[in-house]
């Protein structure tokens, strides 16, 4: 197709969404990428793929499928579909011949789920405008069609995955969110074989709502328990209101279920959004991080109450104020009972000392600079994880929400 004869006005990309959206409706799984990569052809783009994040947020994975381009796997880190899919901003990246070789984030709302790669004979403000729809609509019909189809698993999955690994994973809310006061985001680890480690948040409102927790135990005994855990923390979440409700609902759950011998160490956190008021209630965990720019600033603490499963009294909660900017660091003890060289914990203050010099270099972003700080503590770690080890990291940014006004 001739660079003249490729039509990219407003309404014929509005015309070529509507053709995509209405024809993906009634597909099949295995056909949505093929139809993918038809609709960029019709406006002159080609070596269409679809690459989507490994379970170890490590490489961008080529989904594999006719007319699409398959080539290799793509690090997250240094490039440019890297680049693309930690920043969920367009790269460009100039090829031979004067071509341009596209990457689109594909964002669901906010959560990453891959990227778009596709190449143009050239590329003007019409073409990128259509191609930000373009992967916005791609984003949705993938996420859609995943609760239908193995094919995106399958395409995730660089290694064997246990069975625990397999219900926890089904058990998680996305990794991402991200509205103006707030951004969150969590990694598990080991991804192919986390067993007792969970966590699972909502926003209610001006309300965010967050559980980390982690479960006595491995294999499926403690895939058991995080899964009875996280479905009662829900059914309080939206039944009740206060903390201390939510611990002695979750704490009945266990305790009826698995008996006296059993318990699962939890955090659980309310924020305003709009005033960066924190309540919190920890059960045996380590206490968060308080990070403000950049450097760890204290402790969050709290009245420790037994953990979840133990019947123990109602919880004493424990009230903190955010400044705009600050981030807040959960974190399980995988992370710091690691052992390292010489048989000693990695430990918290090896920890801080990794956040703190990682907070002197440039931010990628939150979800980009916690990828970065659990790699680095894997390394530091000397690339063991032996139990399960969680990172789930806020972002407060404040503010109302008062320029959705007009939708209301």
Known sequence: MSEESVDRSEGFGERLLGVLLDRARLLPPQLIAPLIAEEVARIGGHDVSILLQDYA????????GKKLHVGQPEPVTGSPAGRAFQSADVVEVPQAGGVVRMYLPLLDGSDQVGVLALTLETVGD??????RRLSGLVADMLVTKNAYTDQFFLARRREPMSVSAEIQWGLLPPLTMTVPQVEVAGILEPA?????????????????????????????????????????????????VSLAEKYAFMDQAISRQFGADHFVTAQLMHLNIATGELELVNAGHPAPLLIREGQVLRQLESATTLPV???????????????????VLCYTDGIIEERVDGGEPFGEERLIRCVNRLGQEPSGGMRADLRLLSHTLKKERGGRTSDDATLFMIEWRGGAADHLAALD
């Open 192 to 240: 192919y074989r986390v067993a007792g480690d969970s966590f699972d948040y909502a926003l209610n409102d001006n309300i965010l709502h967050l559980a980390v927790i982690d479960a006595m135990g491995h294999d499926l005994d403690a895939a058991a328990m995080a899964t009875i855990v996280i479905g009662a923390y829900r059914h309080a979440r939206r039944v009740f």
């Open 309 to 327: 499963g133990f019947g123990g009294e109602t919880p004493r909660i424990r009230e903190h104020t955010l400044q705009r900017g600050d981030r």
């Open 57 to 64: 947020q490590e490489l961008l994975v080529p989904l594999p």
């Open 126 to 131: 019409d073409d990128r405008r259509l191609l």
